[in-house]
């Protein structure tokens, strides 16, 4: 009986998470400016204005820096260990077009959460495969206590459109995940077959509730994170 009810409520709180609240990545950014924090390599914190961010196919390459002081300093992305920026009126219309031009993305989008978003952060990750770090888009703040999952610029699907309209394209076909301070690779590709239970194969909940279904990846997150905590 004890495991019945257990089953029920696993499935009650999937319900919940997929109906309810929608659990979704936020929208990927390519256009930032405005009232920032960051904290450097060697520790140095400092409060100001970002302008001319310049983003290439590893993430956030470089960005002019105006602290509190009025100092005006040039960033490079491997000077950089965490880059918080406030949401302004520029990356929210960016969020907006996204959104708006693509049918997929806004059905399957958690809107009024992504548009009300007031910080989107940066942060530096490592390659998996070499001994290079990245200043990487991080796509799941506040459930990110376990894995960390973020955007991979150079890794998006091409465009497919339907009478002149964008249907998809764009979408993510892997993104680079922090867990237990780790980074590895997760791909669409083998999702499915291999890195599904690479990553949760240590919380049975997911593994029992869970289809390995790539699109549903936010909901895998959030709920390994809530239930499967240490």
């Keep these: 009986m004890n495991r019945l009810i257990l089953k029920m409520s696993i499935a009650a709180v999937l319900l919940f998470i997929t109906v309810t609240i929608n659990a979704q990545f936020v929208t990927p950014l390519t256009t930032i400016s405005g009232d920032s924090e960051l904290i450097t390599v060697d520790g140095t914190k400092a409060s100001g204005k970002l302008k001319n961010a310049m983003?290439?196919?590893?993430g956030l390459m470089s960005f002019k820096f105006e602290d509190s002081d009025g100092n005006k300093v040039k960033y490079k992305a491997n000077e950089v260990q965490q880059l918080k920026i406030k949401v302004d009126g520029l990356a929210k219309m960016e969020i907006v077009a996204?959104?708006?031009s693509n049918i997929t993305k806004l059905a399957n989008s958690n809107f009024k959460e992504v548009v009300d978003r007031e910080y989107i952060y940066w942060e530096r990750v490592k390659?998996?495969?070499?001994?290079?770090?990245?200043?990487?888009?991080?796509?799941?703040?506040?459930f990110d206590e376990l894995i960390k999952v973020y955007d991979l610029p150079n890794n998006k699907s091409g465009e497919t459109s339907v009478g002149g309209v964008a249907v998809s394209g764009n979408e993510a076909t892997a993104y680079?995940?922090?867990k237990d301070g780790k980074s590895m690779k997760i791909t669409k590709k083998k999702y499915k077959k291999q890195d599904f239970n690479l990553l949760f194969g240590d919380c049975q909940k997911v593994i029992d509730e869970c289809k390995p279904d790539f699109k549903q990846m936010p909901v895998h997150v959030f709920l390994y994170n809530e239930l499967c905590g240490k």
Aim: aromatic letters at 8%; proline letters at 12%; charged letters at 20%.
């Design 127 to 142: 390659d998996p495969s070499k001994d290079k770090f990245y200043l990487l888009q991080l796509l799941n703040p506040g």
């Design 55 to 58: 983003m290439g196919p590893n």
């Design 176 to 178: 680079l995940i922090v």
């Design 98 to 100: 996204e959104q708006s």
